[in-house]
């Protein structure tokens, strides 16, 4: 932290300052100036608290943070990258992760297919979601613990591992008897009960950027999940609100570049929640590819017409498996890329 005092403060005042800082626990690192005095502050505590209440005293002009709000997630805190281990995968390392399924699990007739097809193209993580979270309470909410069932059987089925939404501290446990990755829906980026209950959960977690979240607010939602116990974080860019009606979110890409410099933990993207629009989900999957992502999560249905949920940007099976054999050289690309990055590091 940094505070200014104001111009011609007096020496009581500063030295009030000096003593307020560290009741908070924090040292007084150094003070500069001789008309508008600078104080330094360093340590370990309340910031928030510590600087309300500076800002609060006599003869203060300014009391500013200096260091990021959030430590265990950051890169300062850990320079090198998370790497998550899901069934034999590392999200994070030098692998490409494919995470696709339909929006919500519907029939077991429709999940089988779905897991059948996207793991027979390439696909690594199966996703499906068994409760939904949907702006309307008329909308069909998932099938809930059936819906789970389903989603082990497929896993059986093609050895593909789970990623699937929770939405209630109270479903955690539940939920992790199925998944191998627990999802927090953009829609509960910042239910802090939800992050607190995941971190002790045991299991990776995958969390969703919220669609007027910034990514300070994102990396403080990882930051509970890490602080609570659980390091296995992964985060997703997924699109924000914005001016744009065009598409169903506006994918912020950029924010994958800067969560990777941020942070260490894995960045994925999910082009289908970020765009709405199946025809743009190759192209803006490329893109993730070409920014550094992680990996994608992504909607494919073997029926979109069909889907309860997302069908307008749900791929179809023949336009995922295009898509994968589009994204192949890329991919190859993006694995020399980490090697380089690898080899500099160290
Ligand atoms: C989903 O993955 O189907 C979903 C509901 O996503 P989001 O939370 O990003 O809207
Ligand atoms: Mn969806």
Redesign the pocket.
Known sequence: MIVSMKLHATREEIDRVCERVQEFGYRVHSIEGEERVVIGIVGTGDVTACLESIEAMPGVEKAVRISAPYKFVSREFRPAKTLVRVDGHEIGGDQFIVMAGP?SVESERQIMQAAEAVAAAGAHLLRG?AFK?RTSPYDFQGMEIDGLRLLRKAKQATGLAIVT?VMSDRDVELVAEYADVM?V???NMQNFVLLKALGRCGRPVLL?RGMSSTIKELLMSAEYVVAHGNPNVILCE?GIRTFETATRNTCDIAAVALLNELTHLPVIL?PS?ATGKRSLVPAVSRAAVAIGADGIIVEVHPCPEKAIS?GAQSLHIEEFEAMMADLAPYIELWKAARMTLAAVAV
Request: aromatic content about 0%; charged content about 45%.
């Open positions: 929006c979601g979270p939404e999802q829906g953009a829609r969703k997924r999910d929640h997302d």
